[in-house]
């Protein structure tokens, strides 16, 4: 079972900026890939970036050039930097590692409002 250590999240106005920090237990090279996934309500979760250990990265349409996912190593923690927010990325953010199967966190919730 991973264990995940999440932090970040919480209520900012459009265009605004939150960080998410997650680690997982083996390490962030430990897995395939790391990243973060969303849920908003009523919708299915969706990818929201994604770092391999190639390592390239990988983002959803709606998030590029403003979210940028990147790893500390000597903290062994990953970074979601997200910068002028919309109200459409209120959701759920959960830190989830990509292996033969996919494991995701609790969750952090992100609201922003108009």
């Known amino acids: 079972q991973v264990q995940f250590v999440e932090s970040g999240g919480g209520l900012v106005q459009s265009g605004g900026s939150l960080r998410l920090s997650c680690s997982a237990s083996?390490?962030?090279?430990?897995?395939?890939?790391i990243g973060w996934t969303r849920q908003a309500p009523g919708k299915q979760r969706e990818l929201v970036a994604s770092?391999?250990?190639?390592?390239?990265?990988k983002y959803a349409d709606s998030v590029k050039g403003r979210f940028t996912i990147s790893r500390d190593n000597a903290n062994n923690t990953v970074y979601l930097q997200m910068n002028n927010l919309k109200p459409e990325d209120t959701a759920v953010y959960y830190c989830t590692v990509w292996e033969v199967n996919q494991y995701w966190g609790r969750g952090s919730q992100v609201t922003v409002s108009s």
């Open positions: 083996g390490g962030t090279f430990s897995f395939n890939a």
């Open positions: 770092l391999s250990r190639g390592p390239s990265t």
